[in-house]
């Protein structure tokens, strides 16, 4: 069953049901309103009546004078002795030869009753009549509730009447504005159904109705989960491009020295250590490549420990101080002792990756500054150099795995990924720190990392 006629068929039977609770609530109050009326008129009936009789010296029933009877009342009276004898009876009941209720008429209390003559319902009170203690007769008074039980039939045929088109109705509105309601919905499976048999995560859901009700939430949710995928997907896609590339240059160099080599009949010293380079080249890549997926999928262990930056910046200093050899000058310009909580191997490798590429982005002549100093709570590491430069364009980009900025492409640049910016980036913003860039095309480039100092114990952080 659809959920829209589950649905209707809800919306149809609880309105139906309502109205039907209501309209019977209703029928009770009305017949209890219409009993207790009858009741009341024939209660002051009766006792109108009661004060009209008397007795005589030998016990008998007199009945002084009749009581004034409002015909328009509907109320009709019988009066008979001990021996069942009637003394009075009203126009009606005169052919009527035993009490109007004969069930009743032996009890010693007055007593409210229902009977019918012939077809004629009537309410009855029977009053038993004492004298000296001594039972002497029974007064009946009877209603005709005719007129009553009509408009109980009626109000009854109303309300079921009412229920059912009420019930009618709702179900024929439900099923349209359910309808409606729904359509986006039957969008969204469209959609999907499209999604899947196009294999194409493109689409988008139109969101036709309002932003923020449950369907229009539902829209962009889906729209988002859409929007992730479509990233994830692509960003595989370039990322498994991107490796494949990067593997293929030195596996073409190494197949290339091989095929030298074999042409020639001798391993010469060039082509072997081409092979090597290229083979070093490769293990590094793998390397980066297992950071960097360890990284994303945040399996990439971190040891911290209390650790004396400024020891370990000079080390990076003192290594890199070889691959700059003369081409570069590198200095550090400013060294403050400090101390962080960090992961010494992973920081050698940030520290490793900013200055070499700070080295490797400088041309022959320029220069590298590094400076380690406290600023707030903070240590601060600046790697300048005066090199290339990056442009407006590469440089919110630069921190993506495997970009690399279209210069440093086309220069056929040693070495480079584009992986060690996004591992640096990955492992500082673990140590609760953060990394920035600076730079101007041609004139140079400026990181600053920025890492939590050390507290001593004890100590709360302020700010
Ligand atoms: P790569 O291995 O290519 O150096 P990185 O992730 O370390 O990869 O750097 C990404 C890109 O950012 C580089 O390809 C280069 O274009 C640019 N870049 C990084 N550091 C510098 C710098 N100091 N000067 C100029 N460009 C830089």
Known sequence: MSLRLRLTILYSTLTGGILLVFGMLIFIMVNVLLVNQVDTILLETARDAIQRIRVNVSGELVLIELPRMDMTANVYMQVMDVGGNI?????????????IDPVVAGLRQQTFSDTYIETVHLRVL???????????GLLQAAYNTGIADDTRATLMRIIVVASLASMAVAAAASWLTI???LSPLAAVTETAQQISSADDLSWRIPLRGPENDEVGRLVQAFNATLERLEHIFTSQ??????????????????KGNVDLMRKMGCADDESLSGIEDEADRLTRLVGNLLLETQAESGKLPLHFAPLELDTLLLEVFKEMRVLA?????????????????GDRDRLEQVLINLVSNAIKYTPQGGEVF???????????????DTGMGISKEDL?????????????RSRLMPGGFGLGLSIAYWIVTHHGGRIEVDSAEGQGTSFAIYLPLLQPEGTIPVG
């Open 87 to 99: 003394e009075f009876a009203s126009a009606p009941l005169r052919n009527l030869d035993r009490p």
């Open 126 to 136: 029977s009053v038993p009549l004492f004298a000296g203690g001594r039972r002497i």
């Open 179 to 181: 309808a409606r309601a």
């Open 237 to 254: 896609q370039r990322f498994l491009a991107d490796v494949s590339h990067e593997l293929r240059t030195p596996l073409t160099v190494i």
């Open 325 to 341: 050899r003369e081409r570069v000058r590198l200095r550090v310009t400013e060294i403050d002792q400090v101390q962080v909580n």
């Open 370 to 384: 590094i400076s380690l100093a406290k600023v707030g709570g903070n240590a601060r590491i600046i790697v300048r």
């Open 396 to 408: 919110p980009h630069i921190f993506e795995r495997f970009y690399r900025a279209e210069k440093s």
